[in-house]
């Protein structure tokens, strides 16, 4: 089992890595977004994984921030939060803010 986290951990932060294709407006914040849907699920409302469709994009914001420097402990989200430059932060955050929550 905790092999398979590890492996799963590390896939993540190796797809948050890699370098952003060329696309449209609004395509890239989709594309970044896919990496945090693995296991923010849209419908999933728990508290070790909340949904964040919906969510106020400072917050969110301030909160990848936050795993960026070490603020707030999680190797996942701190690599994947330290994969993102401030602009692409800003509009993961942005894409979020605008999704519609689940019901």
């Not at 896939?11 to 407006?25: C, G, I």
């Not at 420097?69 to 690599?79: K, L, W």
Request: glycine share 4%.
């Amino acid at each position: 089992m905790a092999i398979r986290i590890s492996l799963a951990c590390s896939l993540m932060a190796a797809f948050a890595a890699a370098a952003v294709p060329a696309m449209a407006d609004g395509a890239v914040a989709a594309y970044l977004a896919g990496t945090c849907s693995t296991c923010h699920h849209p419908s999933d409302k728990s508290a070790a994984m909340p949904a964040l469709a919906g969510r106020d994009a400072t917050e969110l914001i301030a909160t990848l921030q936050a795993y960026r420097t070490g603020a707030r402990q999680d190797a996942v989200m701190h690599a994947v939060a330290g994969s993102l430059t401030d602009a692409e932060t800003a509009e993961v955050a942005a894409y979020f803010a605008h999704q519609e929550p689940a019901q």
